[in-house]
């Protein structure tokens, strides 16, 4: 999918828009979204699809995008999950308009409108318990029945309203409801519950509310209040649309929003649910939201993710009404794209082993310059050193060599990647027959040039023993073993938790010049992958994470 910009995606909201614009259908002319996260969480790679189309859209009409969290349940939320989710929808290269709003900032306005609805008769409040709620709603395939308390006269309703806000009430024992119709084949409009008390501090409001708006009550008017014209939410909120609108043409509120839905991202090997990620968090099978092998966009960024490749991998999927599970294949390949044009190259050896050059001088060094990126002039030259002390990776000898050997083998010679040739001469073994010393000379007629009267088996990289930076490097495999993980069903998603999926080597080596990589910074590391700095780098050490490798394996996983 690399070649992504041969394929055009679809998106039918901006067909839509384009439409509204065209008919002057667009209150005002100027096109206003809105990005409404629940502060409950961090966000994930399925959010970054609703940023990129929510801001995404509003860039490319020269209107704007409103970062609204919608904050109507204080229990599960915190200022921790609103400063993460600010900071990764920047992270991500976007700008909401005007200050982070929050739908608490509206308690009271919504609290005037549900009186509004009580005073319209359209309002009432209910005592059934939550059981007996549930008894008459009724189901799919049966009406509801209306509660004893839905003829409460408006006074009455009033006033016990007005008790609830005043914390009169414990949890449960009443709820305002929306007098619609409990017979509707639609569930969301059998009287939908709009206010519930909640003797809750709330992280904005504080102790000022113990009842609190239902979503459904809350999200159209906050629209209405902020002139939102394209309320843009996932497939799920379809059958919430007539209630949204229900609200919208029954209070006075000051615009019209209407709503439309779009297939939620599902990527396969992870799982895209707040709550679900919030366990693995809790209980510790990743070391946080951001451990990279989460599918949250902390965790993407950790992992070596760029803005780019997220903002080019939603664009490739396209927004439309149809739910599908997309490759992560195609994610990877977003980020390979972009760090093969803009990473620098480097030598890091993971798993080293010895190699001492017999020819060479204890405490000489030979430097060698190589370019940063082969198809990049611009980004210049690193320098490395050659030394008597080398490093290569373990996987790149074999004793016994298998047919079509690219790499060393006792007796044979290979090209150290921009410097010299070099031949094996001796195997050194400890007493338990590992090898753990290569012993080779080197060629100084091959500086630059090809060797004469042999030839190399091929090219491999390796750094300097004597002058290089030991680091750690962490490589990450699929956080689950099934492509699945929710789709079976007696087994929950647990049970699929790839148990390899995090392998951390503390022996490597990469090359002189990475000495003061900064966090974040991506390179890639020769013939293994592409690699970011972690932030847990300190003076002492240098911390690495694979982003990805330099091919696809999802697609070999798969068997394709
Ligand atoms: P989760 O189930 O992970 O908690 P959510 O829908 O409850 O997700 P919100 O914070 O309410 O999370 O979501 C904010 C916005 O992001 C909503 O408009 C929602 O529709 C959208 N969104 C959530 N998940 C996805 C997804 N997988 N793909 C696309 N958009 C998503
Ligand atoms: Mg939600």
């Known amino acids: 999918m690399s070649k992504h910009e041969t394929v055009k995606p679809t998106n039918f909201i901006h067909q839509i828009i384009e439409k509204d614009l065209a008919e002057q259908k667009v209150a005002g002319g100027q096109v206003i979204t809105r990005f409404p996260p629940e502060p409950n969480g961090y966000l994930h790679i399925g959010h970054a699809k609703s940023i990129c189309l929510n801001f995404g859209t509003a860039e490319k009409y020269q209107g704007v995008c409103h970062l609204r969290f919608d904050d109507t349940n204080p229990e599960k939320e915190s200022q921790e999950y609103i400063d993460a989710i600010a900071e990764d929808v920047r992270w991500l290269g976007f700008k909401w308009a005007g200050d982070i709003r929050y739908t ?89 519950v709009i206010y519930r008390i909640r003797k809750a501090h709330h992280h904005q409001s504080g102790d000022k509310w113990c009842i609190y708006p239902s979503y459904d009550f809350a999200h159209g008017q906050s629209d209405a209040i902020e002139g939102i014209t394209h309320s843009i939410c996932t497939l799920e909120f379809e059958d919430h649309r007539p209630l949204y609108d229900w609200f919208v043409e029954n209070l006075p509120v000051p615009a019209q929003p209407r709503q439309y839905e779009f297939a939620r991202l599902n990527l396969n090997y992870t799982v895209t649910s707040k709550r679900k990620l919030k366990l693995l968090v809790e209980e510790k099978h990743v070391a946080g939201w951001d451990d990279p092998r989460m599918p949250t966009i902390s965790g993407l960024r950790r992992r070596g993710f760029t803005p780019a490749s ?45 190699v001492t050059i ?137 049970a699929f938790l790839n148990p390899e999926s995090l392998e951390v080597l503390t022996e490597s080596r990469a090359e002189i010049g990475l000495k003061h990589a900064v966090a974040e910074s991506h390179y890639q590391f020769e013939r293994l992958g592409y690699f970011s700095v972690d932030r847990d780098s300190d003076e002492s050490r240098l911390v690495f994470n694979r982003t990805v490798t330099l091919r696809d394996s999802w697609a070999k996983i798969q068997g394709k």
């Open 104 to 192: 608490s900032d509206y308690f009271e306005q919504l609290h005037q409108w549900a009186v509004y609805l009580i005073e319209q008769g359209k309002a009432y409040v209910d005592s059934l318990s939550a059981h007996e709620m549930r008894e008459f709603r009724g189901t799919l395939t049966e009406p509801g029945r209306n509660s004893p308390y839905r003829e409460r006269s408006v006074e009455e309703n009033l006033e016990l309203f007005e008790r609830m806000r005043n914390g009169e009430f414990d949890e449960g024992d009443c709820v305002l409801r929306a007098r619609i119709d409990m017979a509707a084949p639609n569930m969301n409009l059998r009287d939908p």
């Open 310 to 354: 997220i903002r080019n991998f939603c664009e490739m999927i396209g927004v439309t009404r149809s739910n599908g599970i997309v490759d992560m294949g195609m994610l990877e390949a977003a980020i390979r794209e972009d760090l093969d044009a803009n990473a620098p190259r480097a030598m890091c050896v993971t798993r080293p082993l010895k």
């Open 358 to 494: 017999s020819n060479f001088d204890a405490g000489a060094e030979e430097w060698f310059e190589l370019p940063a990126h082969p198809k990049d002039e611009s980004m210049g030259l690193r320098k490395v050193p050659f030394t008597r002390n080398l490093l290569i990776e373990q996987e790149d000898f074999a004793e016994e060599k298998p047919r079509k050997w690219k790499r060393l083998a006792p007796g044979d010679a290979v090209r150290l990647r921009g410097s010299y040739v070099i031949t094996c001469d001796e195997v050194i073994k400890d007493e338990a027959g590992s090898v753990v010393e290569l012993i080779c000379s080197y060629d100084p007629a091959t500086r630059g040039e090809n060797p004469t009267g042999y030839k190399p088996n091929g090219v491999i990289h390796w750094v300097s023993a004597d002058n290089s930076v030991p680091c750690e490097v962490r490589l990450y495999d699929r956080l689950f073993t099934e492509a699945n993980p929710d789709g079976d069903k007696e087994r929950d998603f647990h």
